[in-house]
């Protein structure tokens, strides 16, 4: 079975600052996508960023970037210059061949003023 | 504005009761999907339908139902089968299915309460 962890369940970071969060799966494909989605208190699922893996280049779309890294079977989300909005639930999702897709349990992230 | 709609935000059950949950697409996406939201346990996939009249079990599919009449709608039915089923519960679509990679775009949820 193909598994989703995000090890982190609540993390918080300060205005501006940096912050990671990290998600590993378990996969014997070779090639899929990887996923993350926001989930604010309004509770309105956002997709914020999108991997394919047979991509070398690590995804960006303005303050958020990933580090994936297909061997170790990582992909972590940085949020740059964080800010108030970013306070949320980030949920990790991996698109495997033929099967719908998988989200981790998430990380709770808090944005510090 | 395109997007999926569900409704009740909230809706309440007392026990032995089945409820339906609504949820309409105006994307013309194919396919659409049921999520039961718990707290801590991320999102877990009820129900799923890639075209009309067809529809597959996801991982926690006892004690619900579902129907696929019209390509626009996919409503879930919470059966008195179900004996927990306070969750958030989110709807979702997207284009082509579990075949493609393609993003899935998600309702804004109803909360189920059990009274």
């Known amino acids: 079975a193909q598994t989703v962890t995000q090890s982190q369940p609540e993390m918080s970071v300060q205005e501006a600052e940096t912050v990671t969060l990290s998600c590993t799966y378990d996969?014997?494909?070779?090639?899929?996508?990887l996923f993350w989605y926001k989930q604010p208190p309004s509770r309105q699922m956002i997709l914020v960023i999108r991997?394919?893996?047979?991509?070398?280049q690590n995804a960006t779309e303005n303050r958020f970037s990933v580090n994936f890294q297909k061997a170790a079977k990582s992909f972590s989300l940085k949020i740059s210059d964080s800010q108030l909005g970013d306070t949320a639930m980030y949920f990790c999702?991996?698109?495997?061949?033929?099967?719908?897709?998988?989200f981790g349990k998430g990380t709770r992230l808090s944005v510090i003023a | 504005d395109g997007g999926i709609t569900q409704s009740p935000k909230y809706l309440f059950r007392k026990e032995g009761q089945n409820v339906t949950l609504s949820c309409e697409q105006n994307?013309?996406?194919?396919?659409m999907y049921w999520y039961r939201q718990d707290p801590g346990q991320g999102l877990r996939l009820i129900y799923y339908s890639q075209i009309v009249n067809d529809f597959q079990k996801g991982d926690i599919a006892e004690g619900y139902s579902v129907s696929r009449e019209k390509k626009e709608s996919f409503p879930l039915t919470v059966t008195s089968a179900q004996k927990n089923p306070t969750a958030f519960y989110l709807c979702?679509?997207?284009?082509?299915?579990?075949?493609?990679?393609?993003?899935?775009?998600f309702g804004s949820g109803t909360q189920l309460s059990v009274l």
């Open positions: 991997q394919e893996a047979y991509k070398q």
């Open positions: 994307l013309n996406h194919d396919a």
């Open positions: 996969t014997s494909e070779n090639n899929y996508y």
């Open positions: 999702a991996p698109k495997f061949a033929n099967t719908p897709l998988v």
């Open positions: 979702a679509a997207n284009r082509g299915g579990i075949k493609t990679n393609e993003k899935l775009f």
